[in-house]
Nanobody
């Protein structure tokens, strides 16, 4: 079993910054893509940013130029640096990771418990 533990959420004023972290642990042979989703009240969960095993990144249009994503493969950790935050960024942010528990095992999708980000105007 794989556990994803997020940290770094909180309350910030519009224009401010936050850095989210997500550490993966457990039965991990390798980690493929890692990323972040978010879900605002009354809305569907949406993808925010993703980083592949080789470091390629993808961002939602709504966060391009404001958010960056990075990973530390030695620590099995992914980071989301969020700058120029807006009230519409308010949501619960969930970490996601595709892992294998052995070289021949299939990819498994894992989720963190979520961390609240609130941006005040």
């Amino acid at each position: 079993q794989v556990h994803l533990v997020e940290s770094g959420g909180g309350l910030v004023q519009a224009g401010g910054s936050l850095r989210l972290s997500c550490a993966a642990s457990g039965s991990i042979f390798s980690i493929n893509a890692m990323g972040w989703y978010r879900q605002a009240p009354g809305k569907q969960r949406e993808g925010v940013a993703f980083i592949g095993g080789g470091g390629s990144t993808t961002f939602a249009d709504s966060v391009k130029g404001r958010f960056t994503i990075s990973r530390d493969n030695d620590k099995n950790t992914v980071y989301l640096q969020m700058n120029s935050l807006k009230p519409e960024d308010t949501a619960v942010y969930y970490c996601n990771a595709l892992t294998r528990r052995s070289a021949i095992a299939p990819l498994v999708e894992n989720w963190g418990q979520g961390t609240q980000v609130t941006v005040s105007s």
